[in-house]
Each structure stands twice: as structure tokens, then as C-alpha cells.
């Protein structure tokens, strides 16, 4: 019997086909959306970088603290790993000093307090907390949100300082305020001092002012170099700084004098703001 190959051949070429239109394809791994979606927060304080690496769960319905998160029971900060804070330099969590580095952010939560708790366990699952890797513990009271509810996990930060800010641990109706101090003087004050000794260009004269006027240090000094800033290019703000440097350096006359000076240019300037503030600087020396 005389055989033909031309079916079979058909078959392989509809089999080819059904391949290059995507029909092989079904095994390919499918991405869904995650149920507690990953965030990086970053964060500078002074001249420190924060970082924060978490899992973001959101309450779809459940009472949170008390249930999904049982009270008095350690809990990953958030969800899936466990949470990842990073400091560039050695910072102060509630006046506990922490070393430069990485840790897990554990809490214990608690009706009327709450453990923070920074573990060397970087990088694990959130179960798999270990008590012998503690590095700190501290307590802080949370705070309770009457008018509103979050709806999905957040760490943030706030109330931003040269040497300080808050983070906050937010969902429902908690607010878990962790205050954070980082060590700003003693690292720029010797800069700032090598700078203007030397024959360097563009000196940062009101920078400096600024910084030694918000933060104690030598007044005399904040008072050259402002002088300066006004020689090279006087503007409101400039002239405005000089007249509180004058206030606390005991010089009245010379700051009223200075601050009617940055009014002037303030108008010009159409910066109202300063008008305010000289005014109240004046109505404070009378």
C-alpha cells in the first residue's frame, strides 16, 4: 500500500505555528500583584542617610492591633521580611545610642506602649526573630488617631531638624513616634572652620553664618562672615540674619538699623514674609 507523508507534515508545520502564537508559553511564571507591596524610604537627618526597607500590608477590612497584630508578641514591622533600617552614622533612638549600619526593625506593640527593637537579623524572614540578636530595645508610647484611620501600613518621617527628625509607624488608628537625634557640630563645625582659614573661593559665608547663629557656636565669627556674604551680594535674607546676630550679640541699635535695611530690600524683593519678620525682630529690641 502506497503511503503518503503529507498529513503528518501538516501537523508539525500547525504544531509550529500554535508555538510562535504563543500557545508554548503557558508555562512561563505569571506575575500577580503582592498582597503587601515592597517600599524603600530614604531619608537624610543633618548629614545622616536613613533608609528603610519594608513590606507595606493594608487592613482590608480586619482589625489590626489586638488581632491581625496580636499585642505583647513580636511583629516584623510590616509584612513578609522582616523591616530594614540603615544608618550611615552612628544616630540616638529615643537617647539610645546605635551603631552605623544595618538592622531588623522589630516591634512589640502594646495597648499603652510599645517595644522597638533593632536586630543584627538583616535580610531574614519576619518569623525567624532571635532575642540573642537584639542589638537595642527602648519603649515609646503610641499614639491614637480619633478622626482617621490609615489604611495601609507607612513609615514616614517628619518634624525634620538639622539634628533630629521623628519616624513614624502608622496604620489604623496607631501613630508610633520613634524620635531620632544624629550628631551634626562636631562633624561640620571643623570643616567649616577649615574653609574659611583657608584661601579656598566662593567661601559659603551665609551658610556658615546661619549654621553658627541656629547652633551656639561663635557669634563673633558668624558675624564676619555674614558681613562678607552682604559685601559680595546683599539681599534681604542675608541683611536679615545679620540683624538677629547683632540682637544676640547685644547690639540693639545695630539691629534695628540692619533689620529696616532688610525691610527695604524685602519689598523690593516683594517678600512680605521678611517684612513680618523684621518687624517682630524690631518690636523684640524696643
Known amino acids: 500500500m502506497k503511503r503518503t507523508f503529507f498529513p503528518y507534515f501538516l501537523l508539525l508545520v500547525f504544531g509550529l505555528c500554535l508555538t510562535s502564537q504563543g500557545y508554548g508559553q503557558a508555562a512561563k511564571r505569571i506575575e500577580f500583584p503582592a498582597p503587601s507591596p515592597a517600599c524603600t524610604i530614604k531619608q537624610r537627618v543633618g548629614l545622616t542617610d536613613v533608609e528603610i526597607v519594608y513590606s507595606r500590608p493594608s487592613m482590608k477590612g480586619r482589625q489590626i492591633f489586638g488581632s491581625v497584630v496580636p499585642y505583647a508578641a513580636v511583629w516584623r514591622t510590616g509584612a513578609n521580611a522582616a523591616t530594614k533600617i540603615s544608618f550611615s552614622t552612628t544616630v540616638k533612638l529615643k537617647g539610645t545610642p546605635v551603631p552605623a549600619g544595618s538592622y531588623a526593625l522589630y516591634t512589640i506593640p502594646g495597648e499603652a506602649e510599645w517595644t522597638i527593637i533593632l536586630n543584627k537579623g538583616v535580610g531574614q524572614s519576619g518569623t525567624q526573630y532571635d532575642e540573642k540578636a537584639d542589638v537595642v530595645r527602648f519603649n515609646v508610647r503610641p499614639?491614637?488617631?480619633?478622626?482617621?484611620?490609615?489604611?495601609?501600613?507607612?513609615?514616614?518621617?517628619?518634624?525634620?531638624?538639622?539634628?533630629?527628625?521623628?519616624?513614624?509607624?502608622?496604620?489604623?488608628?496607631?501613630?508610633?513616634?520613634?524620635?531620632?537625634?544624629?550628631?551634626?557640630?562636631?562633624?561640620?563645625?571643623?570643616?567649616?572652620?577649615?574653609?574659611?582659614?583657608?584661601?579656598?573661593?566662593?567661601?559659603?559665608?551665609?551658610?556658615?553664618?546661619?549654621?553658627?547663629?541656629?547652633?551656639?557656636?561663635?557669634?563673633?565669627?558668624?558675624?564676619?562672615?555674614?558681613?562678607?556674604?552682604?559685601?559680595?551680594?546683599?539681599?534681604?535674607?542675608?541683611?536679615?540674619?545679620?540683624?538677629?546676630?547683632?540682637?544676640?550679640?547685644?547690639?540693639?541699635?545695630?539691629?534695628?538699623?540692619?533689620?529696616?535695611?532688610?525691610?527695604?530690600?524685602?519689598?523690593?524683593a516683594k517678600d512680605t514674609g521678611y517684612v513680618k519678620m523684621n518687624d517682630d525682630l524690631i518690636s523684640t529690641l524696643k
Open 143 to 268: 499614639v491614637n488617631l480619633s478622626d482617621t484611620s490609615l489604611e495601609t501600613f507607612t513609615i514616614e518621617f517628619n518634624h525634620l531638624r538639622d539634628e533630629s527628625a521623628i519616624l513614624n509607624l502608622i496604620w489604623d488608628k496607631t501613630v508610633v513616634p520613634i524620635p531620632i537625634e544624629v550628631e551634626l557640630t562636631s562633624q561640620l563645625v571643623p570643616q567649616i572652620e577649615a574653609t574659611m582659614a583657608s584661601d579656598a573661593p566662593n567661601k559659603p559665608y551665609y551658610q556658615a553664618a546661619m549654621f553658627y547663629f541656629d547652633h551656639g557656636q561663635d557669634l563673633a565669627k558668624a558675624k564676619t562672615w555674614v558681613e562678607a556674604a552682604i559685601k559680595q551680594r546683599e539681599a534681604h535674607y542675608m541683611v536679615h540674619l545679620q540683624a538677629k546676630i547683632l540682637a544676640k550679640l547685644g547690639d540693639k541699635e545695630g539691629a534695628i538699623a540692619a533689620a529696616k535695611r532688610s525691610t527695604e530690600l524685602a519689598i523690593k
